[in-house]
């Protein structure tokens, strides 16, 4: 699973088969406007990923205690992440690999809308549901 983290904004995340430099990257460039800048720390598949974006490839090196400079940090991702897993260790205890997409929707939604209360992330979540018909599996001959 990749999730990118908008500074100051959204969550998005995608499912991706193996972490490899390829899947990694497609995904990247598949949810990345190219005008932006990345910034990771310095997982080797990442590296040439600053070609296809105007602001570059930026990093911080964790291995050798670096974890901000001027504005180039992977704080939030490192903060969805650490929500993601307390849902999960804390409450769902477990998750399957076919309902993670759902799962993930959800954390997104959490995230996006962390600075609201309770209730206006409830009223968030009903609005966003006008029009849709909501079904936990599609009927059958579908």
């Known amino acids: 699973m990749v999730a990118l983290i908008e500074r100051g904004g959204r969550a998005r995340t995608k499912?991706?088969?193996k972490p490899t430099k390829e899947n990694?990257?497609?995904?990247?460039r598949e949810?990345?406007?190219p005008s932006a800048a990345i910034h990771t720390d310095e997982w080797?598949?990442?590296y040439g990923i600053g070609k296809h974006f105007a602001g570059g490839h930026h990093?911080?090196?964790?291995a050798q205690g670096e974890y901000a400079r001027e504005g180039v940090h992977v704080n939030s991702a490192e903060g969805f992440f650490a929500l993601l897993k307390r849902g999960i260790v804390g409450s769902f205890h477990h998750i399957s690999v076919k309902h993670m997409p759902r799962y993930l929707t959800e954390f997104s939604f959490?995230?996006?809308h962390r600075k609201l209360t309770d209730g206006?992330?409830?009223?968030e979540a009903i609005k966003s549901s006008e029009g849709k018909r909501?079904?936990?599996r599609l009927p059958i001959g579908k």
């Open 44 to 46: 080797r598949s990442y």
């Open 15 to 17: 499912i991706i088969a």
């Open 120 to 123: 206006e992330r409830t009223i």
């Open 24 to 28: 990694l990257q497609e995904a990247i």
């Open 134 to 136: 909501l079904m936990y």
């Open 31 to 33: 949810m990345v406007d």
């Open 59 to 62: 990093t911080v090196k964790h």
């Open 110 to 112: 959490r995230w996006d």
